[in-house]
Structures are given as structure tokens and as C-alpha cells.
């Protein structure tokens, strides 16, 4: 009896040590997972349902890729993005539309949920952006700097002051002491660049990561101090978020190593 005793209390103390072995490796046998939520055999089955996103329109590209690879990461998730004016989305996340992540251009239009009580916990900035003046593939309007954007017979194009982009693109033409002669104010910073690879207007500012994802249509004239006028780019689960831990797996992965990836290849600049 003693020895059967024994073997029992010895299989005890195995069990007790495999246990504590896998309490220090962060999970238990049947609940492991990886920081992210996802299980530690990579099926992310954890994190399923739709998740909706409100981005600002600058974000259309590496967003897009994002969601790509989040597919990847967890097959169950379904990521739609809805891309505009960060100004319209914020006003829209306030007002209650049904999302569950807000990215915005600035901290300014990010503002504008957190005030109204529809933003979950502190806002988390994960890139930064800066203008550049672009110009139509050849520069048909020979534009060599801000200054020129003054000139009557040039066609400009500079968003609207109350979107991210046209609130810098005021703030950098002060500090050169420009005043600029738009002939279009956009919605926002897509349908800038739009314009300008059409050959619709000789020149508009924008941001550089824009004037890169238009490609050959567009060139980009130098802007001296442009690094002076930098926007962040904040991003937040909504207080009543449909999927908050969908919307958790994405803020994760746009402020974490995957994001920081894809926006730097989009060519945003870290936070």
C-alpha cells in the first residue's frame, strides 16, 4: 500500500510541475494563445465575426493590405473598411453609426468621438504622415514649391480646411507665408490626387504617401520644411462596438508589428 501510495503522490507532484510549466508559457494545455488572442496552433479561431472600420481615406491602401493579411491570421474574421474624410467619419462614429474601430488623419477629428463618449479607453496613435506637392506626371505647370500654388494661371487643388489633410496643407503654407489660390477645396485627399494624375489641375498638396500609391501619374515637387507639419494618426475601439474583441484583434494588428510593416511600406512614418 505504502509504495502504490507513493507512485500516486509522485504522478501528483509530475502534474502539479507540468502544470506550473505551462502557466509560465503564458496558457494552459487546452486554452495556449498568443498575444494577439489567436490559439498557439495559429488557427485564430478565437477571433470570428465581422468587424467594421471607419478609416481616413489616406489609410486606403495599407489598410487594404492589412485586411489581407489578417485573413491570414485569423481565417473567421470578416474586415470591412469604410474609407472618407476624417472629420465625416468622426462626426459619424459620434453620432452613433454602428462600427467598431475609428482611424483617423489627426488627433483633432479623433477629438471629436472621444468627447462624445463613443470611443473605448485612450485613442492609440500608430503613424504619422507628412504633404507633399504634387504635380501631374511631366509638370505641365512647371511648378517648382509652395510659392508657385499662388500663381493665378495655375490650377490648384487643396482639401477642404476641415479635413486633416487641408487643415496641415493651411498650416504648412503659413509657415512659407504662402496664400494659396485654390481653385478646388476636396472632400479629401483622394479626390485631390485624383485630379492631379487626371491632369485636371497642374498642382495640389497632399500627402506623400498618397502621391506614392498614384504611381507614375504623379510626380512630387521638394516642399522645404515639410517635416515641420506632421499629422498623427490615432486609432480607437468603439464603447459599443458589435465585435469588441474583433475590434481589439485589428487595433492590435494596426498599432503592433504587422501594422507597423504595412503602413511603413505604404511609406507613413512611425509614431
Same mark, same amino acid.
Given at each position: 500500500?505504502? @509504495?502504490?501510495?507513493?507512485?500516486?503522490?509522485?504522478m501528483l507532484v509530475q502534474a502539479i510541475g507540468v502544470a506550473g510549466l505551462l502557466v509560465a508559457c503564458g496558457g494552459d494545455a487546452e486554452g495556449a494563445s498568443h498575444p494577439d488572442g489567436s490559439p498557439a496552433?495559429?488557427?485564430?479561431?478565437?477571433?470570428?465575426?465581422?468587424?467594421?472600420?471607419?478609416?481616413?481615406?489616406s489609410l486606403t491602401e495599407p489598410f487594404e493590405t492589412l485586411g489581407e493579411r489578417l485573413a491570414d491570421r485569423y481565417p473567421d474574421l470578416e474586415v470591412t473598411f469604410s474609407f472618407g474624410p476624417s472629420s465625416g467619419l468622426a462626426e459619424q462614429a459620434a453620432a452613433g453609426a454602428p462600427a467598431d474601430v475609428? +482611424? #483617423? +488623419?489627426? #488627433?483633432? #477629428?479623433? @477629438? #471629436?468621438?472621444?468627447?462624445a463618449g463613443v470611443v473605448d479607453g485612450t485613442p492609440r496613435v500608430f503613424a504619422r504622415n507628412t504633404l507633399a506637392l504634387a504635380v501631374p506626371a511631366g509638370n505641365p505647370g512647371n511648378v517648382t514649391g509652395p510659392a508657385?500654388?499662388?500663381? @493665378?494661371e495655375l490650377r490648384v487643388a487643396v482639401c477642404e480646411p476641415r479635413v486633416p489633410c487641408g487643415a496641415a496643407a493651411e498650416a504648412l503654407l503659413d509657415r512659407a507665408g504662402v496664400e494659396a489660390a485654390p481653385d478646388t477645396l476636396t472632400t479629401d485627399v483622394k479626390e485631390a490626387v485624383s485630379l492631379v494624375s487626371l491632369g485636371e489641375v497642374d498642382a495640389a498638396l497632399v500627402y506623400l504617401t498618397d502621391a506614392a500609391a498614384a504611381g507614375d501619374a504623379v510626380e512630387t515637387v521638394d516642399v522645404p520644411r515639410a517635416g515641420a507639419v506632421v499629422n498623427d494618426y490615432p486609432v480607437a475601439v468603439m464603447a459599443d462596438a458589435p465585435n469588441p474583441d474583433g475590434a481589439h484583434a485589428v487595433v492590435d494588428a494596426v498599432t503592433g508589428e504587422l501594422?507597423? @510593416?504595412?503602413l511603413a511600406e505604404a511609406g507613413f512614418l512611425e509614431p
Open positions: 500500500m505504502r @509504495d502504490a501510495g507513493a507512485r500516486r503522490v509522485g496552433d495559429g488557427s485564430g479561431a478565437r477571433i470570428s465575426g465581422e468587424v467594421t472600420v471607419l478609416a481616413a481615406a475609428l +482611424a #483617423t +488623419a489627426n #488627433t483633432v #477629428t479623433m @477629438d #471629436t468621438a472621444v468627447q508657385d500654388l499662388a500663381r @493665378d501594422g507597423r @510593416d504595412v
